[in-house]
């Protein structure tokens, strides 16, 4: 940074005495978020504190914390000290603005120094953080902020007049506009936040928040429907570092990159909280994806912990193996992956390719954190999720006559994949859905609405999505099963897989698939390769399982989370309304 700081700054107020590992899974409730209050003798945490002031006065705190790489390849660090100042600045702008603990305060921008600095300064003030795709359109921010009620929105000049100032002041609780790239006069609410920081106080001390204390509002991907609004609190920063530590093998020598952008929940507990609270360096870069400028940077920055998405690693994959031979990535020693099946095909490609397999790991906005993983410390199985983390309990339930869900011990039977209550970042809470939430909950378990299936040696198998499984002529068919065998054809770069009603079998099996560039695409080799790959399919699945029908797509519909959206494949095949397309990138019909 370019600020030049002579005096330390005084002892952060922060203490965490949260560190008792097993209180964190003895204290847990479904209850929501507690309301603000300060009683004494209650044990405070704040994520903030936990990412970025804990590390003043240790040997770590003039470290690089974050490197953050423009699209014009210009280079900005900052160091664990540049961040507690900064967001120490940004909590105090909050602050002598008017707001309050427990404030709303939404981000819509791109990966900019400013975002990430104002996601931990708005926890660091008590305020409550929720990030916004900036790729949205104008009703999908507007409705989010209608329902998180937000009081205060971080995001640039550009993104303000395309997609905000028409309507803004029609909310009653928006306050106050923050403009990253602001200066000047501006108009009334809008302030230019380089200038309020300037003035903002480096030494803010940090809220004593409570464990229980809302910090996090995160919108589901919207795959499946709707998205929901996901509280999260304070405590929940103890999953992120356990899960860091097992799931990512994430220490503090590590060089890391998180490629998730940060409009969702891993973008924030993995692309700014986890790294942090490890005392890593982070790796940030402004450009989205593009082959290769990704190798690229696993090789100039010398990532050595790298998490990232099925979607971006079909795309390597797509681009072929070639390209990566200009790179040295030696560098690298933990990939991971996650947001979606990721196929055994793609793992082994990892192996292959860049010397390291993926390492792929399953948890939800729900879940606040990797709950099962394929973890450093044991055996990869390619195609599997892993096995759930330390403190963790997953199982297979089933519904009784009663309608009591149980566990299923035989091994390998489908059923849903469920957690036992209580780990610290279970989520407090659909906002103003609390019936909804009640119903994520029976008997003790956690149901999370996928289908899976838990091995001899304890490792959890995706199937599908509860909405999405096919009941073909009695069999019950994952979508992933298919896509998986699908994927392992050379000229294969992208499947998704649907059930479509039909009389005789009750559902029939067909594939979108988006083939890799280099394929001939004449009328006539499609045609052939239509065959191929049904025969590809049999051979593997059986007739049963195979798809009946395949089609070929350009690209497949995806949420900007990089999931591929099945329920859309299935709605314009039957000419069914598209439902809420908010989430959705563009994408060729
Ligand atoms: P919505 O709840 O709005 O439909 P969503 O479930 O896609 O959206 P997220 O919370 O971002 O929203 O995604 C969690 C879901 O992503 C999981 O429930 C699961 O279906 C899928 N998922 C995540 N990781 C994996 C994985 N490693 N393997 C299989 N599926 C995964
Ligand atoms: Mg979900």
Redesign the pocket.
């Known amino acids: 940074m370019t600020e030049t700081i002579i005096d330390k700054p005084p002892h952060r107020q922060v203490t965490s005495n949260l560190t008792d590992y097993h209180e964190c899974y003895t204290s847990f409730s479904t209850e929501p978020p507690s309301a603000v209050s300060d009683l004494p003798n209650r044990p405070t945490i704040n994520i903030a504190y936990e990412a970025v002031d804990r590390h003043l006065n240790t040997d770590i705190e003039d470290k690089l914390a974050l490197r953050w790489l423009s699209k014009q390849d210009e280079i900005v660090d900052f160091s664990y000290r540049d961040l507690a100042e900064q967001t120490s600045r940004f909590a105090s702008v909050l602050h002598r603005l008017g707001f309050e603990r427990g404030d709303r305060v939404f981000s819509l921008a791109g990966r900019l120094p400013l975002l990430y600095i104002s996601a931990l300064g708005t926890l660091k003030s008590g305020c409550v953080f929720t990030p916004l795709f900036s790729a949205f359109g104008p009703e999908p921010i507007r409705s989010r902020m209608e329902i998180g009620e937000a009081n205060v929105l971080i995001t640039t000049m550009g993104l303000y007049r395309k997609k905000v100032a028409s309507w803004w002041h029609e909310l009653p609780y928006l306050k106050a506009i923050l403009l990253i790239d602001g200066s000047g006069e501006l108009e009334e609410g809008c302030y230019a936040l380089p200038e309020l920081m300037d003035q903002g106080d480096p030494y803010y001390p940090c809220v004593n928040t409570q464990k229980d204390e809302m910090a996090l509002l995160?919108?589901?991907?919207?795959?499946?429907?709707?998205?929901?609004g996901?509280m999260h609190i304070h405590q929940a920063v103890e999953e992120h570092k356990i899960s860091a530590y097992y799931a990512l093998d994430l220490h503090p020598s590590d060089i890391y990159w998180c490629t998730a952008d940060p409009g969702?929940?891993?973008g924030t507990s993995y692309g700014i909280i986890a790294p942090l609270c490890m005392g890593a360096t982070m790796i940030v870069d402004e450009a989205e994806f593009e082959v290769e400028r990704w190798y690229r940077i696993l090789q100039d920055q010398h990532i050595t912990v790298w998490y990232t998405a099925?979607t971006a690693i079909r795309m390597l994959m797509r681009a072929g193996s070639e390209i990566r031979q200009g790179y040295d990535l030696s560098a690298l020693h933990f990939i991971a992956?996650?947001?979606?099946?990721?196929n055994p095909e793609a793992v082994i490609w990892g192996e292959k390719t860049l010397g390291l397999p993926f390492h792929?790991?399953?948890?939800?906005?729900?879940?606040g954190a990797i709950m099962?993983a394929n973890y450093a410390s044991q055996a990869i199985k390619p195609g599997s999720?892993?096995l759930p983390l330390p403190g963790i309990t997953a199982g297979i339930v089933k519904r009784n006559e009663q309608g009591d869900v149980e566990e299923v011990h035989k091994p390998m039977e489908v059923g849903e994949?469920a957690l036992k209550q209580g780990w610290p970042s279970m989520f407090r809470g659909y906002l103003h859905q609390s019936e909804r939430y009640e119903r994520c909950f029976n008997n003790g378990w956690y149901l999370?609405?996928?289908q899976?299936m838990r091995d001899e040696q304890g490792y959890y198998w995706?199937v599908?999505?509860v909405d999405d499984l096919i009941k073909s002529s009695g069999h019950l068919i994952g979508p992933?099963e298919v896509e998986s065998a699908l994927m392992e054809h050379s000229s294969v770069a992208e499947v998704g897989v649907i059930g479509i009603p039909d009389e005789l079998t009750g559902e029939m099996v067909k594939a979108y698939v988006a083939l890799k560039p280099d394929v001939e695409q004449t009328e006539q080799t499609l045609q052939a390769l239509q065959k191929e790959l049904k025969g590809f399919a049999r051979k593997r699945l059986g007739a049963a399982v195979a798809p009946k029908e395949i089609v070929f797509r350009q690209n497949l519909p995806k949420?900007r989370?990089g999931?591929i959206m099945r329920r859309l494949l299935k709605a314009r095949e039957l000419g069914l309304p598209e439902g809420d397309i908010s989430?959705l990138e563009s994408d060729e019909q």
């Open positions: 995160h919108f589901t991907s919207g795959t499946t429907g709707k998205p929901k996901v969702w929940v891993t099925p992956s996650v947001g979606e099946p990721l792929d790991n399953w948890w939800q906005t729900e879940t099962i999720m892993g994949l999370s609405g996928d899976a995706f599908g999505r992933f949420t989370s999931k989430t």
